[in-house]
């Protein structure tokens, strides 16, 4: 693939993700009660797609920009996708089981967590300082967040607080991807 080609799925999905917050996220954003009552499906899709504010979507694809520029996959569109759906999915159960008094969230850094975990997996051949560089700030980020005083999210600035938990369930999420791709590639070897 080349150079352009390696970019047009990511600018794509920027875009797509622009016109969902250009629609509104009142209508895609997760929403407990909607999910449940109304049985809105979607959202648990979708409320990774929108954002609280216009800081908060320029933040976020400027992350999913630096994890292409960084890591250099060269996934198709659809590889793209389902690693972002099913990071979707895994983020919105883990808030579903382990956050029910959660009313709503809307964000795509628990995605873009995952996707960077994904990303330095999928090029740790190629480049390695890089991959494992990432990996290990990730981790730190994780556990700073996680179990540390320090404030060290972007609350302020979006204007809404930061669910740093969707960051450890999208890097759960993808761990776990990375252990059942590990896992599938060593049957298929042992199968030839």
Same mark, same amino acid.
């Given at each position: 693939?080349?150079?352009?080609?390696?970019?047009?799925? &990511?600018?794509?999905?920027?875009?797509?993700?622009?016109?969902?917050?250009?629609?509104?996220?009142?209508?895609? %954003?997760?929403?407990?009660?909607?999910?449940?009552?109304?049985?809105?499906?979607? %959202?648990?899709?979708?409320?990774?797609?929108?954002?609280?504010?216009?800081?908060? !979507?320029?933040?976020?694809?400027?992350?999913?920009?630096?994890?292409?520029?960084?890591?250099?996959?060269?996934?198709?569109?659809?590889?793209?996708?389902?690693?972002?759906?099913?990071?979707?999915?895994?983020?919105?159960?883990?808030? !579903?089981?382990?956050?029910?008094?959660?009313?709503?969230?809307?964000?795509?850094?628990?995605?873009?967590?995952?996707?960077?975990?994904?990303?330095?997996?999928?090029?740790?051949?190629?480049?390695?300082?890089?991959?494992?560089?990432?990996?290990? &700030?990730?981790?730190?980020?994780?556990?700073?967040?996680?179990?540390? !005083?320090?404030?060290?999210?972007?609350?302020?600035?979006?204007?809404?607080?930061?669910?740093?938990?969707?960051?450890?369930?999208?890097?759960?999420?993808?761990?776990?991807?990375?252990? &059942?791709?590990?896992?599938?590639?060593?049957? &298929?070897?042992? %199968?030839?």
């Amino acid at each position: 693939m080349n150079e352009a080609g390696k970019w047009l799925p &990511v600018v794509s999905l920027i875009l797509f993700m622009l016109l969902v917050q250009f629609i509104g996220p009142e209508l895609f %954003r997760y929403d407990t009660r909607l999910l449940t009552s109304d049985l809105q499906l979607w %959202r648990v899709l979708t409320g990774h797609w929108v954002h609280a504010n216009w800081i908060h !979507y320029v933040m976020n694809m400027a992350g999913f920009i630096l994890c292409l520029a960084l890591t250099g996959v060269n996934w198709t569109i659809w590889q793209w996708v389902w690693r972002i759906v099913l990071l979707s999915l895994g983020i919105s159960l883990g808030l !579903y089981l382990w956050h029910p008094a959660l009313s709503w969230y809307v964000g795509f850094s628990g995605v873009l967590f995952g996707l960077y975990v994904l990303a330095a997996v999928s090029s740790l051949s190629k480049q390695v300082f890089m991959s494992v560089s990432l990996l290990l &700030v990730i981790a730190g980020k994780i556990i700073l967040e996680q179990w540390s !005083y320090v404030n060290i999210t972007t609350s302020e600035l979006i204007g809404v607080p930061v669910m740093v938990d969707a960051h450890l369930y999208g890097v759960m999420i993808a761990t776990a991807l990375v252990f &059942v791709q590990i896992t599938v590639k060593k049957l &298929v070897t042992q %199968r030839s």
